[in-house]
């Protein structure tokens, strides 16, 4: 058998797992959101349009939920095979807020069904639209607990160490960690933009295709509407993390920003290159403006990166993550805000192909967004897998079948995002939304009101 470094392809194993799952993970904590918004609008002002946005949402929300299971049942095997030394540690740290998730899960998939089968069953069609919110509460609550752990790993709490083992665990203490507060807010707010960012994107290029329809000028105006607001409370997210940062983990935030030497009034860097010396070169400096970020005073000082030591400093690379991350962000924000300020002058078209462009792009760049950011959030801890507790080496297998298992699992994503992609594509593409529209409404508008 080929020799490989276990650890590595550890890394590489979860690496691929959850830069894959992240992705459903996302649609299954934003989309149920934008459904419910778009059927409590259409039930509201008795139109059909945001109604069959909501029927065709949900549809293929379906399809993303069934792969969403997969991966995320692949992340659980994966805990037990990839990182053993880590589950035998905090294993009975973490199991509380794993099982609130599996239940979390089941809770929304249950008012799913019920949801997707209680189309037209009831008098009053607000009654549908309430079995929408615990769909919503589920996919917040999964992503609420699954963060929860992950916070853990980053501000461990709710333990005593006896014989190198947690002991006497308090979960809810460990569960409601520094970290928690921040990264919930962050987590929530980034997959309802992303999500909506993705829906406006897929109108968008519908209308680049043909002449836009009111069904889709409704959905594009309802879902930048959503990337907007988010988009906004997203940047607060940032605020709050980075200030975070500056006071439980100095370190990452020193990392990410390529401030290396403990200054008051420090400047925030973007984008440019390390010399040899590690000075910047080329790159965007924005003068105090890191120091504010840091402790809401341009004037503060900022823990540099040499107060740690070298072995503890994480790769000095995630400064691109955090401004890719950022950048897109602002993108997001100052589209959204475009499109909502040419709507509301008369003579301005927020519909013209150049705007359309842009929040078409808007999407798959708001995807590009989380995977930055989660891959800022794990690689900005390293070497730790623990802070403070375990590294990344310590809790790795030491199988030597690592490296048939990175393979199976690579097989495996391509087999199921393949299989994704084909079915949502046959679903909507022979079923364009103006014919379901015209054949489809009409009998349930009179359906409704019976």
């Known amino acids: 058998m080929m020799n490989v470094d276990p650890v590595l392809m550890s890394r590489l194993i979860t690496t691929m797992t959850l830069g894959f799952h992240i992705i459903f993970a996302t649609l299954g904590v934003g989309i149920p959101l934008m459904i419910s918004i778009a059927e409590f609008i259409g039930v509201k002002k008795k139109d059909p349009h945001y109604r069959m946005l909501a029927r065709r949402w949900a549809r293929g929300f379906v399809i993303t939920v069934a792969v969403g299971v997969v991966t995320g049942t692949a992340i659980g095997l994966q805990l037990s095979l990839v990182w053993p030394e880590f589950m035998q540690v905090a294993g009975n740290v973490i199991s509380l807020p794993l099982f609130m998730e599996v239940f979390a899960f089941f809770f929304e998939a249950i008012f799913l069904g019920m949801y997707l ?28 607990f699954i963060t929860t752990v992950n916070a853990f790993m980053n501000t461990p709490e709710g333990f005593t160490m006896a014989n190198g083992a947690f002991a006497a665990v308090n979960p809810i203490t460990a569960m409601f960690n520094p970290a928690t507060p921040s990264k919930v807010f962050h987590v929530l707010t980034s997959a309802y933009v992303t999500c909506a960012a993705i829906l406006a994107a897929i109108s968008a290029f519908m209308m680049l295709r043909k002449k836009a329809s009111d069904y889709h000028k409704k959905a594009l105006k309802l879902t930048v509407t959503v990337t907007f607001i988010f988009a906004s409370l997203t940047a607060i997210a940032g605020d709050l993390s980075a200030k975070f940062l500056a006071e439980h983990q100095s370190e990452k935030l020193a990392a990410a920003e390529w401030h290396f030497e403990t200054e008051k009034g420090a400047d925030l860097i973007m984008f440019g290159w390390l010399d040899e010396q590690n000075e910047p070169r080329y790159e965007f400096r924005f003068p105090k403006l890191l120091s504010f970020l840091a402790h809401s005073d341009f004037n503060s000082e900022v823990t540099g990166l040499e107060e740690f030591p070298e072995e503890v400093r994480p790769p000095l690379w995630i400064h691109y993550m955090f401004d890719l991350m950022t950048a897109i962000g602002i993108f997001l924000l100052a589209v959204s805000m475009l499109y909502l300020i040419l709507s509301k002058v008369k003579k301005w078209n927020e519909h013209n192909k150049g705007l359309l462009i842009l929040i078409f792009l808007s999407g798959p760049l708001a995807f590009l967004a989380i995977e930055f950011g989660w891959i800022l959030a794990e690689e900005g801890r390293q070497p730790w897998i623990i802070r403070g507790y375990m590294t990344v080496e310590e809790a790795a297998t030491s199988s030597p079948y690592i490296g048939l298992m990175f393979w199976l699992f690579l097989g495996l994503y391509i087999v199921l995002g393949t299989l994704c992609t084909v079915t949502l594509r046959k679903m909507f593409r022979s079923n364009p939304a103006e014919e379901e529209l015209e054949k489809l409404y009409p009998t349930i508008e009179k359906g409704d009101d019976s």
């Open 117 to 144: 089968y209680t189309w037209d069953r009831f008098k009053k069609p607000f009654t549908h639209w309430l079995l929408s919110l615990p769909v919503v509460i589920g996919g917040g609550l999964s992503a609420i």
